[in-house]
């Protein structure tokens, strides 16, 4: 099983920036794309940015420019430099990881528990 930690959020006023952090742990044979969603109250989670193994990025509109995805294979960690945060991002934040546990199984999605990130006006 692949275990996913998110670090970093909490409680920033609008126009700051915070930087989350997600480390994958536990028996992991290969990852292949990462990413964060994030699920606001009283919505549907939504995709936030995603980067492959091969460093190749893909944002939503609403946070392009602003936020940035980054990625440390050697430490099955990937990051989100959240920059000139609106009070639209509130939002807890989820890490996922579309990664094999071992040789012998399929690439499955694996998701954190969340980290809450605030925005106050």
């Known amino acids: 099983q692949v275990q996913l930690v998110e670090s970093g959020g909490g409680l920033v006023q609008a126009g700051g920036s915070l930087r989350l952090s997600c480390a994958a742990s536990?028996?992991?044979?290969?990852?292949?794309?990462m990413g964060w969603y994030r699920q606001a109250p009283g919505k549907q989670r939504e995709l936030v940015a995603t980067?492959?193994?091969?460093?190749?990025?893909n944002y939503a509109d609403s946070v392009k420019g602003r936020f940035t995805i980054s990625r440390d294979n050697a430490k099955n960690t990937v990051y989100l430099q959240m920059n000139s945060l609106k009070s639209e991002d509130t939002a807890v934040y989820y890490c996922?990881?579309?990664?094999?546990?071992?040789?012998?199984?399929?690439?499955?999605?694996?998701w954190g528990k969340g980290t809450l990130v605030t925005v106050s006006s």
């Open positions: 996922n990881a579309n990664a094999r546990a071992t040789m012998w199984e399929d690439h499955m999605d694996y």
């Open positions: 536990g028996s992991i044979f290969s990852i292949n794309r």
């Open positions: 980067i492959t193994s091969g460093g190749t990025t």
